[in-house]
């Protein structure tokens, strides 16, 4: 079974120097039926102007991803961490018992587009870590390359849940397919682009939850970018 979550019926807060869609429930934006699936809790695509940014702000028992696609974003924490983040980057923040951070547009002129993505962690009370790695476009192209998993299979940057993340780019016409495990489920969110998962063609903003199902076939319709979570 596969259920759609159209771009259109998701939260938005507009606050002049951040623009955000909510996927699910997410700070003044809650509805009952949208708190997340399985143990992906947000996915907010965030338009943050130039020279702004989150001011420093702290986070407990949780899995943080930033995934830029466009601009750079620049991050500060609590553990001594600094670092820009760039289209093909992906951060991972483990913010465990706790830590503190901020998060900055790297820029003086133009705008930073990114998703913002929190993940339940397997295990409550672990030490913060964090984790960047740099993905190129090659290594995506028509293919679900795996960027995060729990044992950094890979060359994937190593998350503390039970969660596969694969990221993949498509042009018309090209196409991957991912078996999924006897109970296992999926999340498919469309970054960029239009894409046909499973049948159901998805533009920039979509999501679908895939449960009960044994494979996933994603094929490009107008230069998708594409994320996916196997999960739990």
Known sequence: MMTIRPADKR??????????????????????????FRSLRVINEDRVAASQGFGRHPHKDMEIISYVLDGAL?????????SVIKPGDV???????????????????DAVHFLQIWIMPGERGIAPSYEQKTFVDAEKRGRL????????????????????LRAGLFDKGEA???TLADGRHA?????????????????????????????????????AAVLVFDLA
């Open 176 to 178: 991957a397919d991912l």
């Open 74 to 82: 620049s991050h500060s924490d609590s553990m001594g961490t600094g």
């Open 145 to 164: 390359r795996v960027v995060a998993s729990p044992d950094g299979r890979d060359g994937s940057v190593t998350i503390h849940a039970d969660v596969v």
């Open 187 to 223: 999340w498919v969110q469309v970054a960029r682009g239009s894409a046909r998962v499973n049948g159901q063609e998805l533009k920039a903003g979509d999501g679908a939850a895939l449960s009960n199902e044994t494979a996933l076939h994603v094929e490009g319709l107008e230069k």
């Open 11 to 36: 939260g938005h807060a507009n606050h002049g120097w951040l623009d955000s869609h909510h996927t699910f429930s997410f700070a003044d934006y809650h509805d009952p039926a949208q708190m997340g």
């Open 91 to 109: 951060q991972r923040m483990s913010a465990g018992t706790g830590v503190a951070h901020s998060e900055q547009n790297a820029s003086q002129s």
